[in-house]
């Protein structure tokens, strides 16, 4: 059985990440890259597709927590004989991808074992290992990959696994490092001075969190929803993944299960905005950079999500070998949505530069030239039909979210030409702006139901809707706005948690069901706040809070039924949301 998703804790060298399980084992790896293929997969199948553990021999306790303000991770391990600490660290400004397993004696004796199973692509590759010529651990090679493993233990070869059993008692420091490289060059020598090459990392994990101008309500937890954004970007170009993990499934035992190792449109504005709340202006800066370079060309070839590297093509195939996590299959590398037309991301991009502009961000030409081709295809196109926010896989249709965010498109277009000084035909997207606005209005809302839905003629609502105050398409105390709420608390809700939309096979083309989705809930706080129900929206936002696990991260989505985190995980997209709902507490308090 896999291992609940709140027992992991996430390691990041702003390059990668790795998930390591209360346990102390490391059971996702993808080097030298989020979305490069992972040597350590046991967390889509079992302990043959790799993973590597430090732990105790028999029963023991663990408690946890991360260094303050970092992002590396200390577990304390307890048992009848003594205690030892593991220190986890993915080492920041290394020539190859390093990471250092420290551990440290505390009291009495404790009988440790490890195993290392390394297995390349995914879990797919047995390699060739050998012994390090000084014989201080091993190196693994297959195809384009190699992993060298320094270990200060003597190691043994069992059944294509590496093992080892020792003692720790207090004084003890043992440094298992790996390091990744490509199979064609050198191994990577062991690195020198282990502790103090932790010390840097702590330290450059510190200094990023000065920067942190947020003080106020629940600030240590968005602080740390901070911290996993940064861990979660990818350094060189400054993009952000949705989350490093692919095909963890958004029910249980369902085929729902998509990568999310890449950057989306979508995500955009709500990042910026998070980042430059928090005073992250670089990072901002450089995530913005990174969208104008992605998006550049003509806008009828916009994706919706695009590689680390600004890739266009992701093409998505199945691993059939991969069981699947909790056996959820089938697993998933590549995403297809990318080739969909969803017109709000064209509203997301347009919104992304206006917030820059907002939020004083330095003005670019080149980004507004862009910003006005989206605009023109909007003015275009926004009568066509799509496959909407949540990436539906079945017809397009006309979603309301989608006409919406094609008229905070105009809307934010139109504004930066009366505020920030750009230029554009201001008074044809007024015409547009204002006929998109009563097309929703006539189209897209039911007065039976007193409630905006999820597509033209339906009878459904969708989560996404409560933009639709966030954005000022109404006043938050108009009835329909105030209607669509209710309609989505009392439809979507699942103890205060509420789905994205309905799961129909009609509608989105898959089968199954899936978790709520913990974003959408994030924004029902913010609702409830501008409605002036602030009492409900501090209520609900501590409830959410309540489903981090114990080192403050946060899935996509949640079990109600199971009482546990599912998707891909961290979720990027929850921890912004995170972010941006008690900045908004935080004004009323």
Request: a negative charge; aromatic letters at 10%; charged letters at 20%.
């Amino acid at each position: 059985m896999s291992k609940p998703l709140e027992d992991y804790g996430l390691l990041s060298n702003c390059l990668s990440a790795a998930l390591v399980a209360k346990d102390g084992s490391i059971d996702w790896l993808c080097l030298p890259c989020f979305d490069s293929p992972a040597c350590f997969a046991s967390l889509l199948g079992n302990n043959e597709n790799g993973h590597w553990q430090i732990s105790p021999v028999g029963d023991f306790q663990v408690s946890r927590k991360y260094i303050e303000g970092t992002m590396v991770l200390e577990t304390t391990f307890e048992t009848t004989t003594g205690s030892c600490k593991l220190i986890d660290c993915m080492l920041i400004d290394e020539s190859h991808p390093t990471l250092v397993r420290s551990l440290q004696g505390l009291t009495g004796q404790v009988e440790i074992i490890m195993e290392f199973i390394v297995r390349f692509d995914y879990g797919n590759i047995v390699p060739w290992v050998r012994r390090n010529k000084n014989n201080d651990g091993i190196h693994a090679m297959a195809g384009p990959d190699g992993l060298v493993l320094y270990s200060p233990v003597c190691l043994q070869g069992e059944k294509l696994h590496t093992l080892a059993k020792f003692s720790c008692q207090p004084g003890d420091e043992l440094n298992f490092i790996i390091r990744g490289y490509d199979s064609h060059s050198s191994i990577p020598s062991n690195i020198a001075k282990p502790a103090k090459r932790i010390q840097h990392t702590v330290t450059w994990w510190k200094k990023w969190c000065e920067k942190n101008t947020y003080k106020g309500f629940h600030s240590d937890a968005v602080e740390r929803s901070l911290i996993t954004l940064k861990g979660l970007t990818y350094q060189p170009t400054g993009a952000i993944v949705a989350a490093p993990t692919t095909s963890l499934p958004e029910s249980l035992g369902g085929n729902r299960n998509w990568d999310y190792r890449f950057g989306w449109i979508r995500d955009s504005s709500f990042t910026l905005m998070a980042l430059l709340r928090a005073g992250y202006i670089e990072e901002a800066s450089r995530w913005n950079d990174w969208l104008l370079r992605a998006v550049a060309g003509n806008s009828d070839q916009f994706n919706i999500m695009y590689g680390i590297r600004a890739e266009r093509r992701l093409p998505e195939i199945e691993l059939p070998w991969l069981e699947g996590y909790e056996n959820s299959r089938p697993v998933r590398v590549g995403n297809a949505a990318y080739k969909q037309f969803q017109l709000d991301v064209f509203g997301e991009l347009v919104a992304t530069g206006f917030v820059g502009r907002h939020y004083g961000l330095k003005f670019n030409e080149d980004a507004w030239r862009i910003e006005a081709n989206a605009i023109k295809y909007i003015c275009e196109h926004w009568t066509d039909p799509d496959e909407g926010i949540w990436e539906v896989r079945g017809k397009s249709r006309q979603f309301t979210h989608s006409k919406l965010m094609a008229w905070v498109a105009l809307k934010y277009a139109i504004e930066s030409v009366e505020k920030h000084g750009v230029t554009g035909d201001i008074n044809y997207w007024k015409i547009i702006c204002d006929k998109i606005h009563h097309d929703i209005c006539t189209n897209g809302y039911n007065p039976s139901l007193n409630s905006f839905v999820q597509y033209y003629g339906s009878r459904e609502v969708d989560a996404s809707l409560l933009m639709m105050g966030l954005v000022g398409f109404l006043p938050m105390n108009d009835p329909r706005i105030i209607g669509t709420v209710n309609a989505i608390r009392n439809s979507l809700s699942r103890d205060d948690f509420l789905l994205r939309y309905l799961p129909n096979p009609d509608v989105d083309g898959l089968s199954g069901a899936e978790g709520s989705f913990i974003p959408c809930s994030f924004w029902l706080v913010r609702n409830l706040n501008l409605m002036g129900k602030k009492e409900e929206a501090l209520e609900l936002y501590e409830k959410l809070c309540a489903v981090r696990n114990d080192l403050g991260l946060f899935a996509e989505e949640y079990s109600t039924h199971h009482k546990r985190m599912v998707g891909n995980f961290p979720q990027a997209f929850t921890h912004i949301s995170h972010i941006n709902a008690a900045m908004d507490l935080n004004k009323i308090l």
